[in-house]
């Protein structure tokens, strides 16, 4: 499970003030958006026996998935799924990636929702959803154990676009993976002005998802790109980073501390996104 506590505008993008520091977007502390109701935003992996995904597919496919369910207009002004989206981000945010083969994912596919495929993977996102409300379809699908591999070595990343890096000595089962990459993927989305987010998805939110060599990853973690960082609730040490967010428009504005021009992200109080599992 996963958790950011980010504040947003009505139309559930990050709002356009600084937050008082008493409830930074960026704190791991306890904040006013802990008394607010709690929601959860669902994802499932298919993953057949026979057939499962490469993981770094699993893991772009996720970001992806993500990265859609943000931008998709029932999300929002007065869209069917807008409502659950702006709950769920002026809360606690929350990602659960649970897996499903056979019967169970033709189920979870019978709810609305988004799926989005890969080179094989499929991942499919649901609208938010409280935190104790889950359709009995997802709530029987399993959490924990969701692991794959890299049967071959994946492609270089492209390094002219859309990057995710991963925390090189860290290691995270693939259902922990594919939650911080969503909320890497989220992060950017939040950074970026309204064109710069027309421009991701009109190209289908391309992206790449590695991890770098250490020296580099050390680089990263202080250049200004939005860091996603760990609680430690599951699996690894509180505190930990996990993945920093990098896309060719922030770049720039990370080594100048600048803002988007047109409906990105302000600066924040603290100037490191964080998100906390």
């Known amino acids: 499970m996963s958790e950011d506590d980010t504040p947003v505008s009505p ?11 008493t409830d930074s977007p960026f704190r791991s502390g306890r904040t006013s958006r802990d008394e607010a109701p709690q929601y959860v935003l669902p994802l499932v992996v298919h993953i057949e026996k026979a057939a499962p995904p490469a993981r770094t597919d699993a ?34 945010i929350r990602k659960v990636v649970r897996r499903a083969r056979g019967a169970e994912w033709r189920k979870a596919c019978a709810l609305p ?37 890299d049967p071959e070595p994946p492609a270089a990343p492209d390094l002219a676009g859309p990057v995710l890096w991963l925390n090189p000595e860290l290691d995270m089962s693939a ?23 027309k421009a ?38 509180p505190g930990s980073c996990t993945v920093v967010a990098d ?13 988007a021009a047109d409906g990105g992200a302000p600066d924040s109080p603290d100037r490191e996104p964080q998100i906390n599992l």
């Open 247 to 259: 896309h060719p428009a922030l770049r720039g504005r990370a080594m100048s501390g600048g803002r």
């Open 113 to 149: 929702g988004i799926t989005v495929t890969g080179e094989c993977a499929e991942v499919r996102v649901f609208p938010p959803v409280p935190l104790d409300g889950w359709p009995k379809e997802l709530a029987k699908l399993q959490v924990s154990g969701t692991d794959l591999d």
């Open 11 to 21: 139309s559930g993008h990050p709002a356009t003030s600084s937050a008082p520091a």
């Open 175 to 197: 259902g922990k993976a594919m939650a911080q990459a969503g909320h890497g993927a989220q992060l950017a989305w939040w950074e970026l002005s309204d064109t710069e987010r």
């Open 59 to 92: 893991l772009r496919t996720a970001a992806r998935a993500v990265l859609v369910m943000l931008s998709d207009e029932r999300s929002a002004d007065e869209g069917e799924w807008a409502r659950a989206v702006r709950d769920w981000q002026d809360a606690r």
């Open 200 to 237: 991701w998805r009109e190209a289908g939110f391309p992206l790449s998802v590695t991890a770098p060599e250490a020296g580099r990853w050390q680089e990263l973690t202080v250049s200004g790109l939005p860091v996603v960082r760990d609680a430690g609730f599951t699996e690894i040490a």
